[in-house]
């Protein structure tokens, strides 16, 4: 809305262009709704904007609707009002992200200290079943209900603790590029396949994890070009602030004439931008439509943050009035919202090298549990006592009937893996935005982290019982 005001806009041209736009969800329908009330019942934009104030289930808007009515009743410049109201917005907004920023902190300090509990306890649990008469069927379905609900806990804190962030327009969309599903079929097979074979031919019963990673690894291999697309994305939106900038200097320089801006700017250097800018030039110059140009272009980048600015922009352009301030407008936002999002990819990145190393040892704690448990159990197994100590001597008869237990050790091991490396990857993709096939890639990563760490101890813990 600031933009349409600084376009030139009327206050009720304003409402109807703005109920066009279907990408801000309520808000669109709410200011609707007030161009609605005002044409039918043929009464003011600023009585129709206390009507739907007063309707109005969020408290920040209804405040803003009743400033707006005022400063329409008072006859206030729009463009100065839309100006008081971006900064007011945008430094509200600043600080509502820093402190998801800080929650992101706080939950990184949480995530190490229940994980580390959880360890312990489990740790704790079962060799005190060993030692005593509890049933150990019990001591190993408590420890996984015990971990899955630490695990779901920390899940839905991270849910509520961070909005949701997307950083590709449309991840999903079909048929954007040719063939471009044909990397995923192909590794999808091989890993099928692969998990098959091994499966059969070469599971090995004390480290699970390797069959899992070497099968899942031909997945990650498209999962990794899905990386490198996003860090050109990410240098995508680095690159769009100077390029809003650049134009709105050639369109005070030479006038609103969009090709002939665009004829200088697509021989500069954008970076990743620069393809897509050069493609809009040419679009534009074979006389297709504006709009539609400028809408390929924002597909072409992939962008989620990009197409939200870049409608604000074209709105701009087609009123062809005060480019040069609309573009310092949108560019100073985008920059500072572009400044938060890098401070998230950085807390991101140290969410993400936390999970890998509680990932490792998570496993260690429990493959060593599990190699010291048969140990004590081979070993006590194989002393002979009299028929009338073993009543006397209870622990160690106990520690001697639980040999057969072996197997569902190893299965309560991978299964608290398992839960708690699919959680992780769950928690890295709600605090990045990524591509949902990027949980791929580090379910790959952390079943190799597991299964290193599994055959690392495994080794060294034969070395010191041998």
């Known amino acids: 809305m600031g933009v349409l005001a600084l376009s030139g806009m009327t206050g009720r041209t304003i409402f109807e262009t703005a109920r066009k736009e279907t990408g801000y969800g309520e808000i669109s329908r709410m200011f609707g709704s007030v ?13 129709a904007l206390r009507i739907v104030a007063k309707r109005s289930p969020s408290r920040i808007l209804a405040d803003f609707m009743e400033r707006m009515a005022i400063a329409m009743e008072g006859n206030e410049d729009q463009e100065v009002f839309f100006r008081n109201e971006q900064t007011a917005v945008m430094s509200d907004y600043e600080s509502l992200y820093e402190s998801f920023l800080k929650k992101l902190d706080m939950f990184e300090e949480i995530y190490m200290s229940m994980i580390t509990v959880a360890i ?44 949701p962030e997307e950083l590709w327009l449309n991840p999903w969309k079909k048929g954007s590029r040719k063939g471009e ?21 070469y599971l090995n019963p004390d480290n699970p994890f390797l069959v899992l990673a070497i099968s899942l690894t031909p997945l990650a291999v498209p999962a990794f ?40 700017l697509h021989r500069h250097d954008f970076g990743p931008l620069t393809d897509l800018v050069v493609d809009l030039y040419k679009r534009i110059k074979l006389n297709i439509s504006g709009k539609e140009a400028w809408r390929l272009f924002v597909e072409d980048s992939m962008s989620s943050l990009i197409a939200k600015f870049s409608d604000m922009f074209v709105e701009g352009i087609t009123r062809s009035k005060n480019l040069k301030e609309i573009t310092i407008l949108i560019s100073r936002n985008f920059n500072m919202v572009l400044s938060l999002h ?11 090298m936390l999970i ?22 081979d070993r006590l197994a194989a002393i ?53 096939l990027m949980r791929l890639l580090h379910l790959t990563g952390l079943m190799w982290v597991a299964a290193i760490t599994n055959y690392l101890v495994s080794y060294l813990l034969s070395l010191i019982l041998r």
Do not use: C
């Open 35 to 47: 161009e609605e009330i005002s044409r039918k019942w043929k009464i003011t934009i600023p009585e």
């Open 120 to 163: 312990f306890l489990v740790f704790i649990l079962n060799i005190l079943s060993l030692l005593t008469t509890v049933p150990q069927y019990l001591v190993i379905f408590v420890s996984l209900f015990f971990f899955i609900v630490l695990e779901v806990l920390l899940l839905v804190s991270i849910y509520t603790m961070i909005p």
């Open 181 to 201: 599903e044909l990397p995923w079929i192909l590794a999808a097979m091989v890993s099928v396949v692969l998990g098959i074979f091994l499966g059969v031919f």
């Open 225 to 264: 070009g899905l990386r490198k697309e996003e860090n050109i994305i990410k240098r995508r939106e680095e690159n769009f602030a100077p390029f809003l900038r650049t134009f709105g200097a050639s369109a005070e320089a030479r006038g609103v004439n969009v090709i002939a801006i665009l004829k200088k």
């Open 342 to 352: 890098r401070r998230r990819n950085l807390a991101v990145e140290y969410l993400t």
């Open 356 to 377: 890998y190393g509680v990932t490792f040892f998570l496993v260690f704690a429990m493959v060593m549990v599990l190699k010291i448990i048969r140990a004590m159990s």
């Open 384 to 436: 002979q006592l009299p028929p009338r100590y073993i009543e006397d001597i209870q622990s160690i008869a106990v520690l001697k009937s639980t040999t057969y237990m072996a197997t569902s050790q190893q299965v309560i091991l991978l299964l608290i893996v398992l839960v708690h490396i699919f959680v992780a990857i769950e928690i890295i993709r709600r605090a990045s935005g990524s591509h949902p």
